[in-house]
C-alpha cells in the first residue's frame, strides 16, 4: 500500500508564502503523475496543480496560476508546491494525489491525509 505524507501546513497572514511537501513511499514513483488538491471549509475537494511523471508538464486551477508552483524531485520520492501571494480564500486542507490524472478526485489512487493551510487578513 503506497503511503503518502504532506507536511508544511500551519497558519500564515495574507500575503505569505509557503511550500508544501509530499512524499511517497511508492516504488515507481518516478512512473506517475502527482498532484495537489485542496477542501475549502464546507466546500467540495478541488483540484490545484499537477506535474508529469518527469516534471516537464505541469497544469494548474485559474485561482492558483501564477501564485503557485508544483515541482518534483523523483530522487527523494518527493513533490512540492510552493505557494505565494496567499489569500485568505486559500484557506483549506491540502491533499497530495498520486496515480492519476487530470483535474478529478476520483482519477487518483493514492492520497495523504492532508496538511491545514490557514490564511488570515
Known amino acids: 500500500q503506497v503511503q503518502l505524507r504532506e507536511s508544511g501546513g500551519g497558519l500564515v497572514q495574507a500575503g505569505d508564502s509557503v511550500k508544501l511537501t509530499c512524499t511517497s513511499s511508492?516504488?515507481?514513483?518516478?512512473?506517475?503523475?502527482m498532484a495537489w488538491f485542496r477542501q475549502p471549509p464546507g466546500k467540495e475537494r478541488e483540484f490545484v496543480a499537477l506535474?508529469?511523471?518527469?516534471?516537464?508538464?505541469?497544469n494548474y486551477a485559474d485561482s492558483v496560476k501564477g501564485r503557485f508552483t508544483i515541482s518534483r524531485d523523483n530522487a527523494k520520492n518527493t513533490v512540492y508546491l510552493q505557494m505565494g501571494s496567499l489569500k485568505p480564500e486559500d484557506t483549506a486542507v491540502y491533499y497530495c494525489?498520486?496515480?492519476?490524472?487530470?483535474?478529478?478526485?476520483?482519477?487518483?489512487?493514492?492520497w495523504g491525509q492532508g496538511t491545514q493551510v490557514t490564511v488570515s487578513s
Open positions: 506535474i508529469s511523471w518527469g516534471g516537464d508538464s505541469t
Open positions: 494525489a498520486g496515480r492519476g490524472w487530470g483535474q478529478s478526485p476520483a482519477m487518483y489512487d493514492y
Open positions: 511508492a516504488r515507481a514513483f518516478d512512473e506517475h503523475a
